[in-house]
């Protein structure tokens, strides 16, 4: 174990996503999304190292701290505004120190989803490299399913980083696209093996001949849930399991619900934490994917982790699924054809032997590519050419 004072890394994480709760023992029943869920296992395999420690930025106290080692949850402290300008001062760059103090000889902070221009501010006036983690689709996806206000703030993190560090080559390409920016580094995605330790192995679940269809995601334009009413519509015989963030004002979003709710075979789950949603890819399910874009969904990598087939609409990861089947399938791809994907669905369905191939398949490959220690590895190599 390497000595406090001998770190040669130090990585912060911006108070958002707080994923701090898939860190504590027991897992805080938080509801994370893909972002945190990413951030929490990166964060995990760093610590093992030894040679990193990793901070923590929170808005506000906690009752529990994580039980990672080397991993310090710290509240940010509030500068004073008001006073005798040169004691201000003072005790506001004594208050600033505190924050950001580190014992790496080298320090990044990375944020994901959100950050404040007056915490960039303060960031760069310790002179700490920001590092915009593009681990999510929404910033690529210039279309009317984002908002036309999440794409200008979008545009706005991008100006604030000191580096932008995409998953995969879909969204290099679309960041240079549609922003300019033709110097994104490229780091993959990473998974965590083996799965949630709470989980039930796969040999705990009988596969049938009547799975259930597992969607997860958020009630967003760019997940085009509404495809989940036709789909239920067209395998009446097949349960759905819908995940889904919980339930809002926005009119969309109680629209589709409504829509759902007619669906006899239709379960609609308004949030689930973590630790239960992991629970549910061991269970007998095909995880169904209806994004319009995604480089690597999180519900992919989930899927492989527990070794269950994945068929998507539109999305084929780069190449990575069919739209046939294949001995060495990794998944499935329907190119935007509704009927095709329901004929897979349907093919899938009455053959357990084959999902549990294809799952299998997902499972070593994504272990291959994305082992996590293996990608921290790259990420400390990233850091040593700032």
């Given at each position: 174990m390497t000595a406090p004072n001998n770190y040669r890394y130090t990585v912060f994480f911006v108070p958002t996503p707080n994923f701090?709760?898939?860190?504590?023992i027991p897992e805080r029943p938080w509801t994370v999304g893909g972002t945190g869920q990413t951030c929490a296992i990166l964060t995990r395999a760093l610590s093992r190292r030894g040679d990193t420690e990793i901070i923590l930025l929170l808005d506000k106290p906690q009752d529990f701290s994580p039980n990672v080692p080397r991993v310090e949850a710290r509240v940010l402290q509030s500068m004073i505004s008001r006073g005798v300008p040169y004691l201000s001062r003072k005790l506001n760059k004594n208050t600033e120190k505190n924050n950001f103090r580190h014992q790496g000889k080298?320090?990044?902070v990375f944020f994901s989803t959100s950050i404040s221009p007056s915490l960039v501010s303060r960031i760069k006036a310790q002179h700490i490299p920001l590092?915009?983690?593009v681990n999510g689709d929404s910033l690529v996806d210039k279309s009317s399913l984002i908002p036309a206000t999440a794409q200008k703030q979008n545009e706005g993190f991008l100006e604030f980083a000191n580096?932008?560090?995409?998953q995969n080559k879909y969204q290099q390409q679309k960041l240079q696209d549609i922003y300019g920016h033709d110097s994104t580094f490229l780091m993959p995605c990473l998974v965590e093996f083996p799965a949630m330790s709470t989980a039930k192995s796969n040999q705990d679940t009988s596969l049938t001949n009547r799975p259930t269809l597992l969607w997860a995601g958020r009630c967003s334009g760019?997940?085009?849930p509404w495809f989940l009413t036709q789909l239920a519509q067209l395998i009446p015989e097949l349960n759905f399991k819908l995940v889904m963030s919980q339930m809002t004002d926005n009119q969309y979003d109680?629209?589709?619900r409504l829509d759902l709710s007619r669906c006899p075979n239709v379960e609609v789950i308004n949030g689930l934490p973590h630790e239960e949603l992991m629970n549910l890819y061991h269970e007998d399910i095909i995880v169904i994917n209806t994004s319009a874009s995604e480089?690597?969904?999180?519900t992919y990598i989930e899927a492989a982790q527990a070794q269950r087939p994945f068929v998507s609409l539109e999305v084929d990861l780069g190449g990575l699924l069919d739209?046939?089947?294949?001995e060495e399938s990794l998944g499935l791809c329907a190119h935007g054809d509704l009927n095709l994907m329901v004929q897979q669905i349907r093919k899938l369905a009455t053959d357990p032997e084959r999902r549990l191939r294809i799952g299998r398949a997902a499972s070593d490959y994504a272990y291959k590519q994305w082992n996590a220690d293996k990608i921290a590895a790259q990420w400390i190599a990233f850091m040593d050419t700032l």
């Open positions: 701090t709760g898939l860190l504590a080298q320090a990044i590092a915009f983690w580096y932008i560090i995409a760019v997940k085009r109680r629209a589709i480089g690597l969904p999180n739209d046939g089947f294949r």
